[in-house]
């Protein structure tokens, strides 16, 4: 085993040495020094661009900003044909692109020469000015450092861009939105070539606005092949593109990303081969349902988070490094690897026992496991009493302590279960609406239990998958549109803070980017 495991090693290794000779630069999957990100004004001040050695993207800023390149500076491959708005959002059922250049005679490549003859689309947010400045961490990450292999930087250094966008003119009766502002974020990090784009808008008027929609990606990208006929399945850019408003994937990321992540054809691609003119090549990042959030005067909307990696290769194995590096850098805490194990009593006597043999054989976690007993939901003050003494106990003898909550797959009743569109069903056959009163109040007791016990790690079962709720009766949101997104905001908020507590998240879906540490391994379930 020990021979096979040196093998494989010294294969990888010998890998990325080879690649790093073939593209003539040190490889960052080795060695990632070398490659701080920066941010500088291009093109006589008409320009602003992010580069870090391996990946740059330059935004034109005049006469209104756009994104006209995104390059691949080890393979020197150029990702962007066509010149889109930065963003698009629609408010109060007026939908305004955000940023964006309109004149560009062909959408298959771009012309430096065309940008300059290129105008502003006056009915579109126009940039105003920019802001610079360090990478901030996303939340509070509180690190248990004796499970990671190493002292991981949180936020992972880099350099952030804000480009801030007002209307010159409104429609006539909605002068109000004059006074909102729109911030296309920026953040590209050091020794990666990945950058992360989100967008936020804040009120400035005297009137609550509806956010219906947004989009907070717009990139006419290099087609990854054509086609002359119609092809069931595509191959896209070469370029992993995954956001931090996943769920309902289990152990799949791919099932995450249909949520959020979206490779549509493009209806301005004249000139592309395919004949159906349907190559799969304009990549958009919105929200499957709404949000439909709404914004009082003087607060903000946020939408979630794109991560773009290029990849400088088609090899199966280096994606997949660079994958697992990316996640190493915008989520570390996937890198805490506790030895735990499940005990399937939660009385004192078995919890214990579990504590003290852990203690004795170098184990480092104690979940008290599905059917155990274990209730984080019964807020009486025998439980909690009796739980906070058993995780003082693990405490005394260097051991976490914590357990398991069934949330999504399960029955309620009371009206407080999701109401599903004609032709849909739950992910998991049944599940709470986690914006009915039940739902809000399991996490009102969640976060209360765990404040007052000290315990330090949830295995959260059936997380949210994603199901939709047409009701209008719960309190916590309005109707179909707004559902997702607030479901999804309520539990991603509480596993923030789960971590900010450093609380151990262990969730059998991917939740990754909000605080996750692990998922759960493939297998199946069968009875004899």
Not at 48 to 76: C, D, K, M, Y
Not at 430 to 444: A, E, I, K, N, T
């Amino acid at each position: 085993m020990n021979c096979k495991k040196a093998f494989w090693g010294v294969s990888i290794l010998t890998f990325l040495l080879f690649t790093s000779l073939v593209y003539g630069q040190k490889d960052w999957l080795i060695d990632a020094t070398g490659y701080p990100a920066k941010i500088t004004t291009t093109d006589s001040g008409k320009a602003i661009q992010l580069s870090n050695g391996l990946v740059s993207r330059t935004i034109r800023i005049s006469p209104n900003a756009a994104t006209v390149s995104f390059f691949n500076l080890a393979t020197e491959e150029e990702f962007v044909r066509s010149v889109r708005p930065e963003a698009e959002i629609e408010i109060d059922s007026l939908i305004f692109p955000i940023g964006g250049l309109l004149g560009q005679p062909v959408h298959n490549y771009l012309l430096p020469e065309w940008i300059e003859t290129m105008k502003a689309d006056p009915a579109a947010f126009q940039f105003t000015g920019f802001i610079t400045g360090e990478t901030k961490e996303r939340f509070t990450w509180k690190k248990r450092l004796s499970w990671m292999p190493e002292d991981l930087p949180w936020p992972p250094p880099g350099k952030a861009l804000t480009l801030n966008f007002k209307l010159d003119q409104a429609p006539k009766g909605r002068e109000y939105l004059r006074d909102m502002t729109v911030r296309v974020h920026y953040e590209i990090y050091d020794g990666i070539p990945l950058i992360s784009k989100w967008i936020s808008v804040v009120n400035g008027s005297n009137k609550t606005v509806t956010i219906d929609h947004f989009k907070s990606e717009i990139l006419a990208v290099v087609e990854g092949e054509s086609s002359v006929g119609v092809k069931k399945q595509w191959r896209y850019p070469n370029m992993t593109v995954e956001t931090d408003y996943a769920f309902g994937g289990g152990m799949s990321t791919e099932s995450c990303w249909d949520k959020s992540v979206f490779w549509q054809t493009d209806s301005l691609y004249l000139t592309q081969v395919n004949y159906q003119r349907k190559t799969p090549c304009l990549l958009v990042c919105r929200p499957q349902y709404g949000p439909a959030q709404e914004v009082k005067p003087g607060e903000k909307f946020e939408s979630f988070r794109t991560f773009e990696l290029l990849h400088d290769s088609w090899d199966r194995e280096r994606q997949g490094l660079a994958q697992r590096k990316m996640y190493r850098t915008i989520a570390p805490w996937v890198t805490e690897n506790p030895i735990l194990m499940h005990v399937r009593r939660a009385d004192n006597k078995a919890v214990k026992l579990a504590i003290d043999q852990c203690a004795k054989v170098g184990f480092e976690q104690v979940i008290m496991t599905f059917g155990s007993g274990f209730n984080p939901e019964d807020e009486s003050e025998e439980n909690i009493r009796r739980m906070k003494a058993l995780a003082d106990y693990a405490h005394f003898k260097g051991i976490a302590l914590g357990g398991y909550s069934l949330l999504a797959s399960r029955h309620v009743g009371g009206g407080n279960d999701v109401v599903m569109p004609e032709g849909m069903s739950p992910t998991f056959g049944h599940s709470p609406c986690l914006q009915s009163q039940w739902g809000r109040d399991y996490f009102r007791k969640l976060y209360r239990f765990f404040e007052r016990t000290g315990m330090d790690v949830l295995e959260h079962d059936g997380s949210y998958p994603g199901d939709v709720c047409a009701s209008t009766e719960h309190s916590g949101h309005r109707g179909l549109a707004d559902s997702q997104w607030k479901q999804f905001i309520e539990i991603r908020d509480f596993y923030r803070w789960c971590r900010s507590q450093g609380i151990y998240l262990n969730v059998p879906d991917w939740y990754f980017l909000n605080g996750s540490s692990k998922t759960r391994l493939a297998h199946r379930q069968t009875h004899c």
